[in-house]
């Protein structure tokens, strides 16, 4: 009779720890309730490399919030849990941009983990985010248990995946990926980017998970420099901004750069006899290449860098100008 009275409270005991695991905030020590990475491979944002990865597609455009993690809690596998991480956001897959990075303690291997507070993302439009280990605490793979990032909102209307000017067509060009009970937008002009004039409306395109490619002729009476905004409408007039692009189209037609896209060589052209030269930056702010011009057209091999986004800034008599280009 001793050892069944023993034995029931064993199990009661059992039953109610397996419940504390399921309390808000705590987290199982079991195996299969985590993600692990045991082989590096190749990673969506090619700036990191080979690497222990793991990407969540949202499904729709959020604004990201604070995080929280759970680390690898498995009683016999606590190593294999993330230390520093890394982490990125993207709007469509693609283009990636880091919204910070972190150091993930270690973890108890207790039913009454708690997890930590991460990163913050302050109000970052994602629908793509995107974390990279850097280290962890010695095993040869990699793990944690959980991410939860807290949305300030729904669903965003609209994924605005590009937003940007060309001096050249004296154009603004816009892409978007996904459109759910968009309106239309308006463009807006400032000359200091703190007062703005409404320039004209542009009404949707077909709505849904579909690319959608808008441009806009700039009036030809607009001085610069001079900077531009979109300022969508839902259906319902909640509106939100786009990024703000700054222009400086003057006597902008002394530099050319083709093709672009590209997935080898560039050219450089431009008509100015007096030249300093030219740097080729990533999308981390870092000079990777300089060089000097050469007569008539410049090359440039880009074969060996990763695909991706990147900025050409030449000097011509003491003047900047900047030009983007997508390496394919």
Known sequence: MI????????????????????????????????????????????????????????????SLGKSKMWNYN???????????????????????????????????????????ASIDFQGINARYVLITALSNYGDPCYGFGELKITLANGPLPVILTNFEGDCLQKKLYWQTSLEINNDYFEIELSTDAIYWQKLDVIPNKPTGHTINNYDYN??????????????QYDLNQTSSY???????????????????????????????????????????????????????KTQLSIAQYPSGKYIIKCTLNGRDLYRDIVKI
């Open 242 to 296: 786009s990024p703000i692009i700054k222009l400086n189209c003057e006597n902008d037609d002394i530099l050319s750069i083709f093709p672009n896209p590209t997935s080898d060589i560039i050219y450089i052209e431009t008509d100015k006899s007096v030249k300093a030269g030219f740097e080729l930056i990533n999308t981390e702010g870092r000079v990777i290449f300089r060089g000097a011009f050469q007569e008539g």
């Open 3 to 62: 050892r069944i009275l023993l034995i029931i409270i064993l199990s009661a005991f059992s039953i109610l720890c397996l419940h504390g695991q399921n309390l808000p905030d705590r987290h199982s020590t079991n195996v299969y309730d985590s993600w692990v990475s045991c082989q590096l491979s190749a990673n969506p944002n090619p700036l990191r490399g080979p690497s222990h990865w793991i990407k969540y597609d949202l499904g729709s455009l959020y």
């Open 218 to 231: 700039i009036p030809l009476d607009i001085s610069f420099p001079a900077y531009f905004r979109l300022k």
């Open 74 to 116: 498995h009683p016999n596998n606590l190593n294999r849990g993330l230390q520093q991480i890394v982490v990125d956001v993207s709007l469509n897959g693609i283009t990636w941009s880091q919204a910070g990075s972190f150091i993930l303690d270690k973890a108890d291997a207790s039913g009454f983990y708690v997890g930590q």
